[in-house]
């Protein structure tokens, strides 16, 4: 004789009970032979469910040995008991069980999920089963448009789906009117005659006696064991399980499934979810416009600068910016750039020097920029002519008394009729002739108002401005040649000429070096804040997932009595979490956006939201959700499925 189906030996469960323990079983020997209908009853406390539930793998006992098919349970793991439950037990409980937000179908489709079983054959398999069950015109009704008795036969179908050898019934007709009570106990003989063991827990003998042998226990000791008649030879079953889903597919159908699980919960609680995404949203929406904005004001800043023009050394008076005693160094003269224009590397050398005027022309009288400066400074500024022409080397040389203006100077000293090429302004008390106007151009640093006049330097030192001295030499590097080597010749040069450090050297790398570090160290600290809110943010979303896991406590146990493995709950939840996240992470983008719009109307610096950056924040979003979602999904997968399933 082969081993029977079920077989106790010597069980014992104990609860612990303050210092002592509990016994609800006390050393049960029992076998259950394939295809027998069994009913189990005994006085409310005697231990039915326990006995039942160690029999159906969702508990294990303290001690004594339980096996399926001659596999001792003590030996599986936690998911190997999960697939017994999942494959080859069925159970039908009192208060059916059913997932309150899936429909009658997607419920008995459950535990076919876990199976990995394909999508087409489960739906199919599990249409078939609630159509015989009388539910065909109930297929998308959920748990709350069905009655009790349709209820218990939905459950019936989920116990069925995956074949069902074993069909363990928690007291099922506890919670139904008679009729349909009575209903209930003939599906199960008939599905008996089809050849599935059947095992009933109830504490009403007329139930009971529906059943071919009565296991009578009572305070957790087998009382009585008998047999009506013979029993049958059951006609041996055909369980052949559905098509496997492939592995890969199995993988990504679960996925799915506990995809929409979760779209489904979030739904479920729409204003929770949202107020849950806040702290995320803020966040993001924080890093994502700190990062567009600071890379905006660089980008700026950095195009201000490219219309200074690139490859320029300045050499200015003083010891650095803002050197209040600056403005009485005397010692940079027309000489230094003479000198400077040895160098190899050097393109051009511009002296310059700039101050204040009264600019007359006829009745008008204004105050303008008289700007001192080498015939280059033109093209190594990237200035263009509107009209007329530059002076050249010859005129510096000559001390040429001509001047380019501006077009505000244009605009405000002659307006708009005259030809101003060939008049003559004077500055100060000095008359110039106007030979150019330059284009107008967005002025990159400054005031943009001010009117610029520019002479040759010679001609300001000697004859307008009377000083001897100059206030910056701009120096252009050839190209090919490296910035930095070149500046440090051209102060070494200095060095030596001065026999003092009384100028300072500022290079346009230099400058956007520093725009650099600067808008990095903001978008850093800026984004240390973000980090902390989106931190907090977390922080909520794990607070929330621990109460949506407490909740939904009875919902995981159902879950894990159908089979679920514990990986499948963590899965669950995760995804859950992720989600919420990422979800928080789109529209935390689209807050930015929203930002962008406003900034852009009203402000006058342009964000630059990045591909980058707009990655960057759903990568993050994402690692928030499986950082901060990882302990309340573990917490879910630990779970007892006994006391989970207890739960209200
Ligand atoms: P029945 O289903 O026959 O009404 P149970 O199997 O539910 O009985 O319970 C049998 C005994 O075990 C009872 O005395 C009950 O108090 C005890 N018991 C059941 N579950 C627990 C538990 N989780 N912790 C402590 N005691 C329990
Ligand atoms: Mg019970």
């Known amino acids: 004789m082969g081993e029977p189906l079920l077989r106790l030996d010597g069980v014992w469960r104990e609860y612990p009970s303050g210092d002592q323990s509990i016994a609800a079983l006390k050393g049960l020997d029992l076998t259950i032979e394939a295809g027998e209908m069994v009913a189990i ?203 496997d889903g492939h592995d890969w597919h199995a993988f990504a159908d679960r996925a799915r499934e506990a995809l929409r699980m979760a779209l489904l919960a979030m739904s479920a609680h729409r204003l929770r979810t949202f107020l849950t995404m806040l702290g995320i949203i803020i966040g993001i929406a924080a890093v994502v416009s700190v990062v567009a904005l600071g890379e905006g004001a660089r980008q700026k800043i950095l195009s201000d600068i490219s219309s200074i023009g690139t490859n320029t050394i300045d050499i200015l008076p003083g010891k650095d910016f803002g050197d209040m005693r600056s403005g009485r160094v005397r010692t940079l003269v027309p000489r230094d750039a003479e000198a400077l224009r040895q160098f190899d590397f050097v393109d051009s050398v511009t002296p310059s020097l700039a101050s204040s005027r009264t600019l007359r022309y006829r009745n008008v009288s204004v105050t303008a920029t008289i700007n001192g400066v080498g015939a280059e400074y033109f093209r190594v500024r990237g200035y263009e002519l509107a009209d007329g022409a530059f002076f050249a080397d010859r005129d510096v040389q000559r001390r040429a008394q001509e001047a380019v203006i501006d077009d505000n100077t244009l605009k405000q000293v002659f307006g708009d009729e005259a030809d101003p090429i060939g008049q003559v302004i004077l500055l100060g008390d000095v008359p110039v002739r106007v030979i150019g106007v330059t284009k107008k151009r967005v002025a990159a640093f400054g005031n943009p108002d001010a009117l610029q006049v520019w002479i040759p330097y010679t001609t300001a030192m000697n ?58 160290t903001m978008t850093l600290l800026v984004s240390a804040i973000a980090v902390i809110s989106l931190v907090v943010g977390g922080i909520g979303v794990m607070n929330i997932m621990l109460v949506s896991v407490t909740e939904r406590t009875r ?46 109307r009203f402000g006058s610096v342009k964000m630059v ?24 999904a573990r917490h879910a997968a630990r779970l007892d499925p006994v006391e989970a399933l207890a739960r209200e």
């Open 41 to 243: 009853v005994g006085v409310s406390g005697s231990g039915k469910s326990t006995l039942m539930n160690i029999l159906g793998c969702l508990d294990r006992p303290t001690r004594g040995s339980y096996r399926v098919a001659g596999h001792d349970t003590r030996e599986m793991s936690p998911d190997q008991l999960a697939e017994l439950r999942r494959e080859h037990f069925g159970f039908i409980f009192q208060r059916y069980h059913l997932l309150s937000i899936l429909d009658a179908v997607g419920n008995v489709e459950v535990p076919a999920v876990y199976a990995g079983r394909a999508r087409p054959a489960r739906r199919e398999r599990a249409v078939a089963l609630l159509r015989r069950l009388g539910l065909g015109d109930r297929l998308d009704h959920t748990p709350a448009q069905l009655s009790g008795g349709q209820q218990q036969r939905v459950s019936v179908a989920r116990a069925l789906v995956n074949g069902g050898r074993v069909i363990l019934a928690d007291e099922p007709t506890g919670a139904l009117d008679r009729k349909s009570g009575e209903d209930m106990l003939a599906l199960l003989k008939e599905l008996h005659a089809e050849g599935h063991t059947i095992i009933i827990v109830t504490h009403d003998a007329a139930v009971a006696a529906h059943a071919e042998r009565i296991i009578e226990i009572s305070d957790g000791e087998i009382l009585a064991d008998r047999r009506e008649g013979a029993p049958r030879s059951a006609p041996e079953q055909d369980f052949a399980p559905l098509a």
């Open 555 to 600: 919902e995981i146990g159902v879950r894990m009595a159908v089979g679920a493995r514990q990986s499948d709950i963590m899965q669950q939840f995760l995804i859950e979490a992720i989600l919420v996240c990422l979800l928080g992470g789109v529209l935390g983008v689209g807050l930015a956006f929203a930002i962008d719009a406003v900034v852009g």
């Open 463 to 520: 004859r307008v401005l009377g000083q001897t001295y100059l206030q910056r030499i701009t120096v252009r590097v050839a190209d090919g040649y490296a910035t930095k080597d070149a500046e440090s010749q051209i102060v070494q040069m200095m060095l030596k000429r001065h026999r003092a450090k009384d100028f300072f050297v500022i290079n346009t790398d230099t400058i956007r070096q520093t725009v650099d570090k600067t808008t990095a």
């Open 609 to 632: 939201i990045s591909a980058g950056s707009i990655a960057a924040a759903f990568g993050c979003s994402s690692a928030i959700g499986v950082a901060f979602g990882f302990l309340p």
